[in-house]
Structure formats: structure tokens, C-alpha cells
């Protein structure tokens, strides 16, 4: 009997080549849509449900539509305007990827008698030989997603498919279109998608309303005031433009004061530091970090990574980078890598 295995089909190429290569595998997969927010537009949100509709009917698998929208608003957007109002810069996608597309969506597949769910993610998931599951990079770094899933759980890893880790994006492409899936041209989607317009203030005025903080004193990094800002949630950490301050020579947002409402500025060079903390440690390829082993740590999505050392204590990693890292931003990701795989990661304080 096939092992049954839940897509989460997005109405994009890649998730739906994931469900194509997984049928070919001689699984018996199940589409599966998670409206998780209503888009005002509702030609855009049915749109997406339609094309994974469209994909399921090609490939003559059972397609459903299953409402995740009260977990979405409580776990993802009310987390992304709190971690604003704390002065930190959150990664929704990845609190999603945990909480909704694994934790969700692996208990609504457990009801449909399902073994696995797997994602279009450009990832891999190998079983090490110390018994942890662990993500590998994908074949294609141009694409490589691992990123954004560190946080998951060693249940949801050994319960995960991700079958594109082995291909380049233009590989999948051309194996949907040599498939005939109706969406093989359709475009990827870059934006966070509640913010479609990736108008991130306008989002948190909307959210915030009479709580959205006022006006407040921008200061030089030696405390001096400089300047009046539209209030800390406008701003972020490394941010150059927009700042609507002319003090003779590029500036940039060096930290935030939530209490007082200041915004601290500074020079570039300022940016730059050998250290960071990390908490919230979600531990993968390894149970505990060697202080004596050289990592690459990734303080971002699109950062390269750089060699580091990591020491633990009372559960807050404490991270030595060998070479400088440009604007730390607290509640990013930050993950480390052994070699090919995610060792740990945590959110940066």
C-alpha cells in the first residue's frame, strides 16, 4: 500500500511539480490549499485557490481548501506587529513555516491518514548518523530555502518531504512544462504575503491604530538629538532611506528605544561588530553546540554566512564571528550551519 503523503499546493510552480515528482515516486499524495488570510483583493486570494485547484485536477489527485486563517492572524500577524512594537525586525515566513505549513498542517494531514506533508521548498532532509534529522542545502544555492527552516522540530523533519532539493529552479520549470501543469510560467511570489504591496508601514498603521507609536527624538549615537522621527515602527536596523534627515552626510539607524521612542543614529562603520546573542534555540543536526568547532552563521536570508564560534549559556547562544557582520537586527533568524547542514538556530536579541 502507497505511503500517503499531503502537498501543501500554493498555486505556484514549485509546489505543484512537488506534488507531480512525488506521484511519480509512487506516493498517493493529497493537495492540500491553506487559505491562512483574506486578501481584500478576493480575485487575487481566489486566483491562487483556482490554480492549485487546476494543478490538482491535472495531476488527478483529491484537492482541498482548508481554512487556517484564525491560526495565521493569531501566530503569524499578531507575532509580526508585537515584534515591531518591541523594536525588533521579525521573518514571518519563518514563524509560518513552524507553526502553520509543518504544525498546522502535519495534525489536518494526520486526520486525512497521511505518513508525511511535503512543501515545494528548495531544501533536503537527510537522517544523520547520529540519529537527528537535519536540513541540508539544496543543490542550488541561487535558491537554497533552508534559511527560513530552522525552527523545525525533529517530529516534523522526520515526517517531511521536500523532493526539489535536488533540482535548479529552471529544472522545475521545464518539468512542469513537460508536464503540462497549467501554472509551469507563473511567476514567483517575492513579497511577505499579507503585505502584498510590501508596504510594511502602512500594514502596522492599519493594525496599530491608536497604538501606533507618535513622534519621537531621532539621537545621534553619542545621545545628542538630531531630529524628530515618525515613531520606532517605521524603521529598522541598517536603514539608510526614508530617514527624512539631511545632517550633511549618509546616516543610519544604529538601534531603537522603545520606552522613550528614540531612534539612535549613526555611521556606517558603526554597523559593523564581531558579536551577537541569540535566543529562542531550536537545536537540528546537533543536541549541543561545540564551542571548539568552526560554524558559518547566516544573520539573514540573503546573507552568505560567515565562520563563527558559538558558546551556550542559560539557553542564549553567544556568538563570535571571525570577520565583521554588517547591521545585526534583533528578532531576525540567525542559523548556523555545519558544513552543508543546519546545526541550530535561534532569533536574534
Known amino acids: 500500500m502507497a505511503e500517503k503523503v499531503v502537498v501543501g499546493l500554493s498555486g505556484g510552480v514549485d509546489s505543484s511539480v512537488a506534488a507531480y515528482l512525488l506521484k511519480q515516486q509512487g506516493y498517493e499524495v493529497i493537495g492540500v490549499t491553506m487559505e491562512m488570510w483574506r486578501n481584500p483583493d478576493e480575485r487575487v486570494a481566489g486566483k491562487a485557490i483556482e490554480d492549485a485547484r487546476a494543478v490538482a485536477n491535472h495531476l488527478g489527485i483529491p484537492f482541498y481548501v482548508l481554512d487556517f486563517r484564525k491560526e495565521f492572524r493569531r501566530d503569524v500577524m499578531d507575532y509580526f506587529v508585537s515584534e515591531y512594537m518591541e523594536g525588533r525586525t521579525p521573518n514571518p515566513c519563518i514563524v509560518c513555516n513552524r507553526k502553520i505549513k509543518w504544525e498546522a498542517l502535519y495534525q489536518r494531514s494526520k486526520e486525512l491518514g497521511a505518513d508525511y506533508v511535503a512543501t515545494g521548498h528548495y531544501a533536503r532532509i537527510n537522517r544523520l548518523a547520529n540519529g537527528r534529522y537535519a536540513i541540508q542545502n539544496s543543490k542550488t544555492a541561487r535558491k537554497d530555502q533552508t534559511y527560513v527552516l530552522y525552527e523545525l522540530t525533529q517530529e516534523q523533519l ?192
Not at 507609536?213 to 522621527?229: A, C, I, Q, S, Y
Request: charged share 25%; net charge negative.
Open 158 to 349: 522526520a515526517h517531511t518531504l521536500m523532493p526539489l532539493g535536488d533540482y535548479e529552479k529552471d529544472e522545475i520549470r521545464q518539468i512542469a512544462a513537460d508536464a503540462g501543469i497549467p501554472v509551469a510560467t507563473k511567476k514567483d511570489s517575492q513579497d511577505v504575503c499579507f503585505i502584498p504591496d510590501n508596504d510594511y508601514v502602512r500594514f502596522l498603521t492599519e493594525e496599530l491604530q491608536d497604538r501606533l507609536p507618535g513622534e519621537g527624538n531621532f539621537l545621534w549615537k553619542d545621545g545628542t538629538v538630531v531630529g524628530r522621527h515618525k515613531g520606532y515602527t517605521n524603521y529598522t536596523i541598517g536603514q539608510r532611506k526614508g530617514l527624512q534627515i539631511a545632517l550633511g552626510k549618509p546616516v543610519f539607524v544604529l538601534s531603537m528605544d522603545t520606552k522613550k521612542n528614540e531612534v539612535v543614529l549613526g555611521d556606517n562603520a558603526d554597523l559593523f561588530t564581531t558579536h551577537l546573542e541569540a535566543d529562542h534555540i531550536n537545536y537540528m543536526a546537533e543536541e549541543t553546540l561545540d564551542p571548539n568547532k568552526t560554524y558559518l552563521g547566516k544573520i539573514r536570508y540573503s546573507h552568505s554566512g560567515t565562520p563563527c564560534h558559538v558558546r551556550v549559556t542559560d539557553g542564549v547562544m553567544q556568538v563570535e564571528f571571525e570577520e565583521e557582520v554588517r547591521a545585526i537586527t534583533p528578532g531576525q533568524g540567525f542559523v548556523l550551519y555545519d558544513g552543508d547542514y543546519i546545526a541550530a538556530g535561534g532569533r536574534i536579541l
